[in-house]
């Protein structure tokens, strides 16, 4: 970074300072947070959570809403770190709750995305596909798959993917954009220009924005869900109040 860039970042985290907001990454704290996203028609009609512009943004080290709400409850809810014995998948990892999670001593953390051209990605992530895991079936202990689905055509059978490699009694944390005020999912595959789908799903490579169906697709695919909302205790974070965690469960094999 240039003196110049240097300085107008210090200016900058000054003019924000405060005590409304704490980014658990960095450790800043600021009066208010850094205006993220698109602001597109669909998303605004939809009310779409966990998309659109917002006020979301950590201005320091520049973490979203959706990631510390991970953060929160990962590391401060469930307090997975104090769980060695456990091994864990993390699809399209994100850096900084990844770099944490890469500093516990968990029995495997791996990590995995699949690689577009252009793209580089950090030597622990993994070439992977999520419709073809290379694990066998019932090896995690937990999950995480953060908005990762709206990408995918076929989200069903990539639930059932992550389903199978998950433990009996085992945990996921699947998040996706979803409508606030609709019912039904909306999804055209026929449709592959990335303008027509910003305008249809609110970013040029999403293929769908899920509706409140989310939940029967999910399920459909072998999981147990819980629809779980901690906003109210970490609104120091800066999360999304309407942002609901679906906290999913592979069941128990019958005895």
């Known amino acids: 970074m240039s003196l110049i860039k240097r300085i107008k970042n210090k200016i900058k985290l000054q003019a924000h300072s405060g005590d409304n907001y704490y980014c658990p990454f960095c450790g800043y704290t600021s009066k208010d947070l850094e205006v993220v996203g698109h602001d597109l028609p669909v998303l605004i009609e939809k009310e779409v959570v ?8 950590c201005y320091q080290c520049h973490s979203r809403d959706r990631e510390r709400l991970l953060f929160a409850f990962i590391i401060e809810e469930l307090k997975l770190p104090q769980n060695k014995n456990i091994s864990i998948l993390h699809i399209a990892p994100e850096p900084k709750l990844s770099n944490i999670l890469l500093k516990q001593d968990f029995d495997e953390y791996i990590c995995g995305d699949l690689f577009t051209p252009g793209y580089t990605y950090p030597a622990h992530v993994q070439n992977m596909n999520v419709l073809e895991l290379p694990f066998e079936s019932q090896y995690f202990d937990f999950i995480i798959c953060n908005h990762v689905l709206e990408h995918i055509p076929e989200d069903i059978k ?11 009694g085992g945990k996921a944390i699947l998040q996706v954009p979803i409508s606030n005020n609709t019912m ?6 026929t449709i592959s220009d990335p303008q027509k789908r910003e305008e249809l799903f609110g970013q040029f490579d999403h293929v769908r924005i899920y509706g409140q169906d989310y939940i029967q697709r999910l399920e459909s695919a072998g999981f147990k869900v819980n629809r779980i909302n901690i906003a109210d205790m970490y609104k120091r974070m800066g999360v999304n109040p309407k942002e609901d965690i679906f906290y999913c469960e592979k069941p128990a094999l019958s005895v």
């Open 50 to 57: 966990g998309g659109g512009k917002r006020a979301a943004g």
């Open 158 to 168: 990539a639930m059932k993917e992550l389903q199978r490699v998950l433990k009996p």
């Open 184 to 189: 039904q999912t909306v999804e055209d595959f």
